[in-house]
């Protein structure tokens, strides 16, 4: 720990920054830290990325989305092979602290208000073709890797209610078996950028910029090329907060506005896999977070993912889902792991 100070020090005063003031920010559910950097005339913050972490995804996405007109933090300084950025400050209005009343301000907009902006970033973004991401070396968010994502509820979160037993051979056998036809429906979906992780924790306010330059984007460095409709997903049926029904309906009609030659239907069957395979993961990884990390804090919102989760079983296509569910982790087994291990 003494070296990596002494590696963060020497690249802070390198970037210029050696006699700012530093204070630590809030983390994430990565091994990333951030830290604001304050010499009384400038803001910057450091993200500090050891291994197994890496910024050139970071980099290249911000690259690219700076590129296209979006407000994602500007580069300062950098030391990639140490895991090291100095990046723009956005400053402390996120969507989550205003929406929470900790930063508010005479111009400041409402929820809606908020999450039309949000939403209105993905209709632009997803009009653009599949050209316009090509140089940045996206992966693909192929089946093998929904699938994988799915399985961590399995993995995690299922023998974390069963006192650490897993899942049987045949079991996990029958869950794997069930998802090719889902995603294969899902594929239907055009396929566009997918920042992964597009909620209100990683969204901040900007009131200094116009239009969609006001929406400034946080924590994007696993985004993927994939079906539009999984940040739409992430944006509304978010693990921390709830959203009251009749807005993020408004907010689903909104974007399906902007896309007349999606069907609907499709559209809202494709996205009721789609949310139940972001859903399987949350409690997978909310999960691992609490017995791999020592990050018991995210068990909280389990309750809420399952709410997700059961209204995205009413779609029938999620029938097997719903049956496996059912007999693996019956309603009254839907409950934080900590709650089991009482």
């Known amino acids: 720990m003494a070296e990596r100070g002494a590696l963060i020090d020497a690249f802070v005063a390198r970037a210029g920054w050696g006699g700012a003031a530093r204070r630590a920010l809030a983390g994430d559910a990565s091994f990333r830290r951030y830290e604001r950097l304050d010499d009384g005339t400038r803001r910057a913050v450091l993200m500090d990325a050891p291994p197994p972490e890496e910024v050139g995804p970071f980099l290249a996405v911000a690259r690219l989305l700076r590129g296209l007109g979006y407000s994602a933090p500007d580069l300062l300084a950098a030391a990639p092979e140490a895991g090291l950025l100095l990046l723009e400050d956005f400053g402390d209005q996120t969507y989550t602290r205003l929406l929470e009343g900790a930063a508010p301000a005479p111009d400041t907009p409402d929820e809606a208000a908020l999450y039309a902006l949000a ?86 306010w900007l009131p200094g910029r116009s239009g969609l330059a006001a929406c400034g984007l946080l924590d994007f460095q696993d985004a993927v090329m994939g ?64 017995r791999r990390d020592g990050k018991p804090a995210y068990l909280a919102h389990i309750p809420r993912v399952w709410r997700h989760l059961e209204g995205d079983l009413a779609d029938p296509a999620l029938a097997p889902l719903r049956d496996w569910l059912d007999r693996a982790l019956p309603p009254d087994a839907r409950r934080a792991p900590e709650i089991a291990d009482a």
């Open 119 to 204: 939403v209105d970033l993905l209709i632009d973004l997803h009009r653009r073709p599949a050209a316009a991401f090509a140089g940045a070396g996206l992966p693909a968010y192929d089946d093998a890797r929904l699938l994988n994502e799915a399985l961590l509820l399995v993995d995690w979160y299922l023998p974390a209610l069963r006192g650490g037993a897993p899942a049987g051979d045949g079991e996990r056998r029958a869950f794997v078996d069930l998802w090719p036809p889902l995603l294969a429906a899902a594929r239907r979906l055009p396929e566009t950028l997918v920042l992964r992780d597009y909620h209100v924790d990683n969204l901040i």
């Open 227 to 290: 079906p539009c409709a999984y940040d739409l997903i992430s944006l509304l049926e978010d693990a921390r907060r709830d959203i009251a029904g009749g807005l993020a309906a408004a907010l689903r009609a909104r974007y399906l506005a902007a896309f007349p030659d999606l069907d609907p239907a499709m559209f809202a069957g494709a996205s009721a896999i789609l949310a139940a395979q972001r859903n399987c993961k949350i409690l997978g990884i909310f999960t691992r977070l609490w």
